[in-house]
């Protein structure tokens, strides 16, 4: 596709459950970002791959947020034993190999919306 | 640690008009970027304008401008003209440096509302 691509674009799901977000970035971006937007807050970085190696997962906020991106392309981010403050929008972001020149270095997906009961 | 304020929760623009969108920022970097990213009901973050620090020209991009104050940490935005579709919300953002490119520190947004 054209762009970042996340699904689900809603996800509900009962405190204790475990849930998967998968994000598809653009064909040939090296960079994938992952970032938590809790309701009326700018995002907050997570998690940083460069093909498939994680760089930086300093955002991570628990032992419970896993990423992988296991072929340098797909990434998945995993929350197990959700808690309601898990609750917010996912949002998905890749880059090019040579980011700092182009007019648009990063381009983000439309998010997925996670509700914790 | 790098902190990003936009003091302004909400903002109301009749269309045509102007508005300025505040952001102070907190750093001891000497290179970084600053970004204005706009985040319609789409969720789709999308990128507005970028300044380098080292650069001392503001950035303009159409009827996007910066005010870029090195000295204050200081980086507010310009919407002329505005139009309906501007209507969103406008986070500022910051990065240290190139080597962390997409790390980003964000503020918490502003709520730009176009009226007719």
């Known amino acids: 596709g054209a762009g970042v691509s996340q699904s689900p674009r809603y996800k509900v799901a009962k405190r204790g459950q475990d849930v998967a977000l998968r994000c598809d970035p653009i064909s040939g971006h090296v960079s994938l970002f992952w970032y938590q937007q809790a309701l009326g807050q700018g995002p907050e970085f997570l998690t940083y791959?460069?093909?498939?190696?994680?760089?930086?997962k300093s955002g991570l906020p628990s032992d419970r947020f896993f990423a992988e991106r296991p072929e340098g392309s797909v990434s998945t981010l995993k929350i197990q034993r959700t808690q309601q403050e898990d609750s917010a929008v996912y949002l998905c972001?890749?880059?090019?190999?040579?980011?700092?020149?182009?007019?648009?270095?990063?381009?983000f997906g439309d998010g997925t919306r996670l509700s914790i009961l | 640690a790098q902190t990003v304020t936009q003091s302004q929760p909400e903002m109301s623009v009749q269309e045509a008009e102007t508005v300025t969108l505040s952001c102070t920022y907190d750093?001891?970097?000497?290179?970084?970027?600053l970004f204005w990213y706009k985040q319609p009901p789409s969720r789709q973050m999308i990128l507005v304008i970028r300044?380098?620090?080292?650069?001392?020209q503001n950035a303009t991009e159409n009827r996007f401008s910066v005010n870029f104050q090195k000295a204050a940490k200081s980086f507010s935005l310009k919407i002329s003209d505005s139009q309906l579709g501007d209507t969103a919300m406008y986070f500022c953002?910051?990065?240290?440096?190139?080597?962390?490119?997409?790390?980003?520190?964000f503020g918490a947004g502003t709520q730009v509302v176009v009226t007719p």
């Open positions: 300044q380098e620090a080292y650069k001392q």
């Open positions: 953002a910051f990065m240290p440096s190139a080597d962390s490119w997409g790390k980003f520190q």
């Open positions: 972001a890749s880059s090019p190999r040579d980011p700092t020149y182009s007019n648009q270095p990063q381009h």
């Open positions: 750093t001891s970097e000497s290179n970084y970027y």
């Open positions: 791959f460069q093909n498939e190696a994680q760089l930086d």
